[in-house]
């Protein structure tokens, strides 16, 4: 094939498919015209990121991972590291293991993407081309959503959604705490990252005070009145935290209007609560760089093909995780594997010149409500209408009328799948 | 249908796909069957779920029939199971008893 002709169907196609066209078949590694094998490029090595870019090089692809980080520090579990239950060693992970399968880690913060000219722009000044660029940048928090929860009162008020030295802070707060002391614990409106999070964490925490300090209390403000495994959780609430936990949905005034980390207030329409420690979790978008690279819309997150998890947006450009609108999957580290594996099947068919193929994903979200008492949610997905959907039928929470035995099973099961994903993802 | 939606989400892929054959449906040209990559989340070799790489193809669909239909007890895979068809289990059942990610 001539260059011209490449070329002519270069304007027709755009440059992904050209740069497929050019390749004499599907052995990736082969060079291609000009001596160039396609170049993916891969932001954030989260649960997302770093499997897709191990999943990529298995694929034979030219990977450039880009993470900010030398360390991972894991959220999964970082509930239990909140109570004592877990040390925040086992929340960390390095990258030498995936650096070992031959794809190439850049450590630095991807500050611009130039979607038409396709390159990475990264703090230094350094650009990286790229035939496919994967994001998976997870989450930012909005330190504008909630008034007076800003980027100093992080410090006083932890959120502790990113795992790391905010998750180290909540638990010296809380093992400091006195006797008789109010937690307050605030959960966003959806979307947001692990929706059951919230609910695990308030649990952990009234299990905390219960055996710790029981004459302590912990209220959670909720801004919606219905959330993932609800019946679940608040059966076991009733069972075993009566007089840790007060739960206020948004239709008693759950909703944070407003909070004073000076004072340790936090302020609803309907009252006003005085903390000894408070742990806010604020509305969430997706990782800044989405935005950058405009593949972000309106609500912050990221809208995709739920064959390719191509954006909508902005062609070559794929987006996984948490920063992507994956319709009925939920934010979770299992569901960020699960695209990741999928997303770079479809780069490298696309590479290659084939069609992907349409997918299924799996999902399936632990929670532990007490040491040695799990409880889960599962779904299976497919493309309906260009969104992820649950396949009819397949999966929902654990059943509510459960022995303990069971529950001891799923607590089991939680703690395998940890060791086992992160493994997977890490190496 | 499924092309249709398809063609409006990814242009480049569009045009690709009235230059090149149409994708079949299945596990092809050793790709893995739809649902096959998010198993090995939990099941990977050396993980304490039931790793399922290189075990016997009848084996492995058979416990998703019966999972699928409540046959065999179980805490999550019944779920799971629910959203396979006997084909699509069948296909993932073939992928990994020929060793899966590993092969
Ligand atoms: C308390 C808590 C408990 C949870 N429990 C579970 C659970 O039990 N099960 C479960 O499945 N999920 C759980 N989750 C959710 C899970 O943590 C996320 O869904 C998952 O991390 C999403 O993966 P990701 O790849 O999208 O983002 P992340 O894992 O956040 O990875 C993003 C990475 O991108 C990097 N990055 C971002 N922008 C840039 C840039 N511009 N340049 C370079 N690098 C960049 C970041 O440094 C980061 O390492 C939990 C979350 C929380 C908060």
Request: aromatic share 6%; charged share 20%; proline share 9%.
């Given at each position: 094939m001539s260059r011209r002709l490449v070329q002519t169907r270069r304007s027709l196609l755009g440059n992904a498919a050209s740069a497929a066209l050019a390749l004499a078949g599907p052995g990736l590694a082969r060079p291609a015209l000009a001596g160039t094998a396609p170049r993916v490029v891969v932001i954030g090595g989260g649960f997302g990121g770093a499997t897709a870019a191990r999943a990529l090089r298995q694929g034979g692809v030219d990977v450039t991972l880009v993470e900010a980080s030398g360390t991972y520090v894991s959220c999964p579990f970082s509930n239990e590291v909140i109570v004592g239950l877990q040390p925040l060693s086992a929340q960390r992970f390095g990258y030498d293991n995936l650096t070992r399968t031959g794809l190439t880690r850049v450590q630095a913060n991807a500050t611009g993407v130039d979607p038409s000219g396709?390159?990475?722009?990264?703090?230094?000044?350094?650009?990286?081309?790229?035939?496919?660029?994967?994001?998976?940048?997870?989450?930012?928090?909005?330190?504008?959503?909630?008034p007076g929860y800003g980027a100093e009162a992080v410090a006083a008020m932890p959120h502790a959604w990113k795992a790391g030295e905010q998750t180290a802070l909540l638990?010296?707060?809380?093992?400091?705490?006195?006797?008789?002391?109010?937690?307050?614990?605030?959960?966003?409106?959806?979307?947001?990252?692990?929706?059951?999070?919230?609910?695990?964490?308030?649990?952990?925490?009234?299990?905390?005070?219960?055996?710790?300090?029981?004459?302590?209390?912990?209220?959670?403000?909720?801004?919606?009145?219905?959330?993932?495994?609800?019946?679940?959780?608040?059966?076991?609430?009733a069972a075993l935290y009566p007089d840790q936990l007060e739960y206020v949905p948004l239709a008693s005034g759950g909703?944070?209007?407003?909070?004073?980390?000076?004072?340790?207030?936090?302020?609803?329409?309907?009252?006003?609560?005085?903390?000894?420690?408070?742990?806010?979790?604020?509305?969430?978008?997706?990782?800044?760089?989405?935005?950058?690279?405009?593949?972000?819309?309106r609500s912050g997150w990221c809208p995709i093909d739920p064959v390719?998890?191509?954006?909508?947006?902005?062609?070559?450009?794929?987006?996984?995780?948490?920063?992507?609108?994956?319709?009925?999957?939920?934010?979770?580290?299992?569901?960020?594997?699960?695209?990741?594996?999928?997303?770079?099947?479809?780069?490298?068919?696309?590479?290659?010149?084939?069609?992907?193929?349409?997918?299924?994903?799996?999902?399936?979200?632990?929670?532990?409500?007490?040491?040695?008492?799990?409880?889960?949610?599962?779904?299976?997905?497919?493309?309906?209408?260009?969104?992820?959907?649950?396949?009819?039928?397949?999966?929902?929470?654990?059943?509510?009328?459960?022995?303990?035995?069971?529950?001891?099973?799923?607590?089991?099961y939680a703690a395998d799948w940890y060791r086992t994903i992160t493994r997977e993802v890490f190496g | 249908m499924r092309l249709a939606a398809r063609v409006r989400a990814v242009p480049a892929l569009s045009a690709l796909a009235l230059l090149l054959a149409p994708a079949p449906t299945g596990a092809t040209e050793g790709r893995p069957?739809?649902?096959?990559?998010?198993?090995?989340?939990?099941?990977?070799?050396?993980?304490?779920?039931?790793?399922?790489?290189?075990?016997?193809?009848?084996?492995?669909?058979?416990?998703?029939?019966?999972?699928?239909?409540?046959?065999?007890?179980?805490?999550?895979?019944?779920?799971?199971?629910?959203?396979?068809?006997?084909?699509?289990?069948?296909?993932?059942?073939?992928?990994?008893?020929?060793?899966?990610?590993e092969r």
């Open positions: 396709r390159r990475v722009t990264l703090a230094d000044g350094t650009t990286l081309p790229y035939d496919r660029l994967v994001l998976s940048p997870g989450i930012d928090l909005r330190l504008d959503a909630v638990a010296r707060q809380l093992e400091a705490m006195p006797e008789g002391g109010t937690v307050v614990l605030s959960a966003p409106a959806n979307p947001y990252r692990c929706p059951p999070g919230p609910y695990e964490r308030a649990s952990l925490i009234a299990h905390f005070l219960k055996t710790r300090k029981p004459r302590a209390k912990l209220i959670l403000l909720d801004a919606k009145d219905t959330f993932s495994k609800q019946r679940l959780f608040q059966s076991a609430w909703q944070v209007t407003a909070v004073e980390p000076a004072a340790m207030t936090v302020r609803t329409d309907f009252s006003e609560y005085k903390a000894d420690v408070a742990c806010i979790i604020p509305p969430q978008r997706a990782g800044r760089i989405a935005a950058i690279a405009g593949a972000a819309d390719t998890f191509e954006s909508k947006l902005v062609p070559g450009i794929h987006v996984i995780g948490d920063a992507a609108i994956a319709g009925a999957m939920p934010k979770s580290a299992f569901s960020a594997n699960a695209q990741a594996k999928v997303c770079a099947q479809a780069v490298i068919d696309l590479l290659a010149g084939r069609a992907p193929e349409e997918p299924k994903l799996i999902n399936t979200c632990y929670s532990l409500v007490a040491p040695g008492y799990g409880i889960s949610i599962a779904g299976v997905f497919h493309p309906v209408n260009g969104l992820l959907a649950d396949v009819e039928g397949a999966g929902g929470i654990s059943p509510v009328d459960a022995p303990a035995s069971v529950r001891e099973q799923e607590a089991v | 069957p739809p649902g096959a990559t998010s198993c090995t989340g939990c099941h990977a070799t050396g993980a304490a779920m039931q790793p399922i790489s290189g075990r016997p193809a009848p084996e492995i669909a058979a416990a998703l029939a019966e999972y699928r239909s409540g046959a065999r007890p179980a805490t999550v895979m019944n779920r799971i199971a629910k959203g396979f068809t006997e084909a699509e289990s069948q296909a993932i059942a073939a992928y990994f008893a020929q060793g899966g990610p």
